[in-house]
């Protein structure tokens, strides 16, 4: 009998993307998913440990102020399961150190990188690195974006993948190395996932509205050294069949979408190495 994957869709303070991304999963073939308001885990009700495949979704969390997803990270980080006493970001450590995987997409990136759990080098999963900023442009944006897929990156949701075509729906998606160091070793470690490119996937392009925040180096998402937490700023589960595509009724296209690709790899990867 195949190993089952067990996902867990966390959602509550203005996510809302959460619907569409459990539909994701389960297309992927999750034989669990369950969606997940974050104050059961704080209440106890629910534990990361009964799950493989954590999704932190888009939206608004925290309603995009003080910073995107600022708030959200100090909420893991610093509250306690009501019935056992320990921190969440306790049973998120214990998550991660088993060898399971989280993908963030939008804010839950934001989450990932003002936690410290992207790049997370050094197991420091607390320690924050990188930031992301208001778009170059002072707007929110609404466009789909090319992304040229990094070969040298360790991601386990982007292998075998080129490039993929995903929409972006942000006002906070710049993404800012800490220094300079921080931006060489994200290269030299392979961490940056996937790159804002052109049609053709040649590589980064840094032109507005290809890359459509401004973000450093064309930087679109990254992932941990493990390759299993990975988040990026597009958004995978927004296109999952053909009909999600802008030009669906003037184009021939396959009829799955290019972002489920990265959640079929997720579920894949569980499957291999047993949940």
């Not at 003080?66 to 399961?81: C, F, P, S």
């Not at 170059?136 to 949701?157: H, I, M, Q, T």
């Not at 996937?201 to 493990?226: E, F, K, L, Q, T």
Request: proline share 5%; aromatic share 10%; net charge neutral.
């Amino acid at each position: 009998m195949a190993n089952r994957v067990r996902t867990i869709v966390i959602t509550g303070y203005g996510t809302n993307c959460e619907v569409e991304t459990a539909h994701a999963c389960r297309l992927a073939g999750s034989d669990t998913v369950d969606i997940c308001h974050i104050s059961e885990l704080l209440w106890g009700e629910k534990r990361l440990d009964d799950y493989d495949f954590l999704n932190l979704p888009g939206g608004f969390l925290d309603g995009d102020d003080l910073g995107a997803a600022k708030a959200g990270a100090h909420r893991i980080l610093h509250a306690r399961v009501r019935r056992t006493g320990e921190r969440l970001f306790d049973q998120l450590r214990r998550f991660i150190e088993a060898g399971k995987l989280i993908l963030g997409v939008c804010n839950g990136f934001q989450l990932m990188v003002k936690l410290g759990l992207l790049p997370g080098w050094d197991g420091a999963y607390d320690r924050q690195r990188c930031t992301l900023i208001h778009n170059d442009s002072g707007r929110f944006e609404d466009r789909w974006v090319y992304l040229k897929v990094n070969p040298a990156s360790p991601c386990v949701f982007t292998r075998g993948l080129t490039g993929l075509y995903l929409p972006v729906r942000h006002g906070e998606g710049k993404f800012i190395p800490a220094d300079e160091g921080t931006r060489e070793r994200l290269h030299k470690d392979g961490n940056i996932a996937v790159f804002y490119s052109d049609p053709l996937y040649r590589g980064a392009v840094m032109d507005y509205p290809a890359n459509p925040n401004g973000s450093v180096d064309a930087v679109a998402g990254i992932c941990d050294p493990s390759g299993r937490l990975f988040g990026l700023m597009p958004h995978p589960e927004a296109y999952l069949h053909r009909t999600n595509h802008p030009r669906w009724t003037r184009e021939e296209l396959p009829e799955e979408g290019m972002g489920l690709a990265i959640f079929k790899n997720a579920v894949a990867y569980l499957r291999e190495r047993g949940t």
